[in-house]
């Protein structure tokens, strides 16, 4: 009869060292949880910014003002990996192991002329530059016109034509039609001017 209040004494405790187990094991699930979501939230992080790499490359305008005034330096882009551009398409390429933007004006078998005040003739035609370009200017030129676009080139001018280093230059030069890298997709800095440029 002596051991039936101490029996009645050890309920209690035993609740408690329940309690406390499942408080424990409920710690437990939860750090597991986390540890989940958190490797989970890391794959998705790694995948996208591997997305970006591969299929849209990021590219910020750092020093050089070749295209403006569509494209201002600080500009942040993203580039859509192609080797197609068409004539008037903004393209990026590697040039002296840069990535830089520049217009294409014609393309392999095309013939070139600019003038003095730097007005652009292919095949003949002018060219309406006046949605992109702020001023002509004949630039840094040192080629003989008639220029006819070699096989697999492109001839490519920067928008700002009195600052420009382009085809019209002979240490520049035309590029080869397989050294597109890309074209820009959208502007995504500055936030104020972000613009989508598409296909």
């Not at 500009?75 to 398409?89: F, R, V």
Request: hydrophobic share 40%.
């Amino acid at each position: 009869m002596a051991r039936k209040p101490k029996d009645v004494q050890a309920l209690p405790e035993l609740n408690e060292i329940e309690s406390e187990m499942s408080q424990v094991r409920s710690k437990g699930r939860f750090r597991q949880s986390l540890k989940g979501t958190f490797g989970a939230l890391v794959v998705v992080v790694a995948i996208a910014v591997i997305i970006a790499f591969i299929l849209l490359p990021v590219l910020k305008i750092t020093n050089g003002h070749n295209m403006e005034p569509g494209f201002q330096p600080g500009d942040i882009i993203l580039i859509q990996k192609t080797s197609k551009a068409e004539k008037g398409d903004v393209c990026a390429f590697y040039f002296n192991n840069k990535l830089l933007l520049r217009r294409v004006i014609a393309k392999e078998g095309d013939v070139v002329e600019i003038d003095e005040h730097g007005y652009v003739k292919v095949n003949d035609e002018i060219l309406e530059e006046n949605d992109y370009i702020s001023e002509h200017a004949l630039g840094q030129c040192d080629i003989e016109f008639p220029f006819r676009v070699p096989t697999a080139q492109i001839f490519v001018l920067g928008d700002n034509r009195d600052y420009a280093l382009d085809s019209r230059a002979t240490n520049f030069g035309c590029i080869a039609q397989d050294e597109i890298y890309g074209k820009p997709l959208a502007r995504i800095y500055p936030f104020n001017n972000m613009t989508w440029f598409g296909f």
